[in-house]
């Protein structure tokens, strides 16, 4: 070690100093003591708590609250009073706005299916499937490979006209046996059910006048079910005379046990204009 000089000027008298020795053992003695720093966390310990989870649990507040997280809102351009938080309380999974009057939305997961079977993404609105055309002369339009993912059908028929009595004769799955079909049917200007009983075909109706325009809708309910006859409901306006018609009924036979995957429109007798049809699945 190099002499210290003027060590007047450095250290008062009264100051001490450490031999070579002395400092040697301090820095020992330091070194195996404990670690007085604890409330710090080293690397290791730092990566392992707060490094991303992959299945984080926010736990539960207490009575119907359970886990929740808070989102800041918007800094600007919002009207959303205070944090918006995603809960679950009871059976719910809750997202509202956590001041003012708490707006928000709730969903009940306890009505959902088994197995997470339940798709919300399939629940309400339309999605059209088919959509075409009528033509002149006597054909028929089959609506087949009906997809089986949605709860109901809704065909559109619009502007077919005629110049002679023409019906719209619908049939399910290519089924036109005897009886496969059971409805009745009111219609303005009577008094009494018209068309009771059962049929070969769906008939929308049967008008004569110089070429009328007609409208259908037809609806069919839970048409998929593989234990039970497909419902339908079917109106039917008709607008030179003024003429409208409700029919419901059930289609039965084969139809029964299987989804409706095949819809046939037979314009008899038709010859006019062309009008168009359109087929949706209901969500």
Known sequence: MSRIR????ILSGSTDMATDAEV???????????????VYLKTATASSTYAPLSNPTFTTIGGDEGGQINLGAAATNTTLSGPIALDINQNRLRFFESGGTNRGYYLDISAGAAGVGTNLGSSGGMTLIASGNTVNGASVITLSSIPTTYVDLVLYMRNFQSNANVAMNITFNNVS???AYAYQAIETGNTSVQNAGVSTVIQSASYSGATPSHQTILRIFDYTTTNSGKHFQLTHSQSTTGT???TTGYAKDTIVNNAVTRIDLALSNYSGTSG???LYGVK
Do not use: L
């Not at 003027?6 to 000027?9: G, K, V």
């Not at 040697?24 to 604890?38: F, L, V």
């Open 244 to 246: 409208y018609r409700f």
């Open 177 to 179: 046996t005897a009886g």
């Open 6 to 9: 003027d060590i007047a000027n």
């Open 24 to 38: 040697t053992s301090s820095i020992a003695s330091h070194a195996a003591a404990a670690d007085p720093h604890t």
């Open 276 to 278: 168009s049809y359109a």
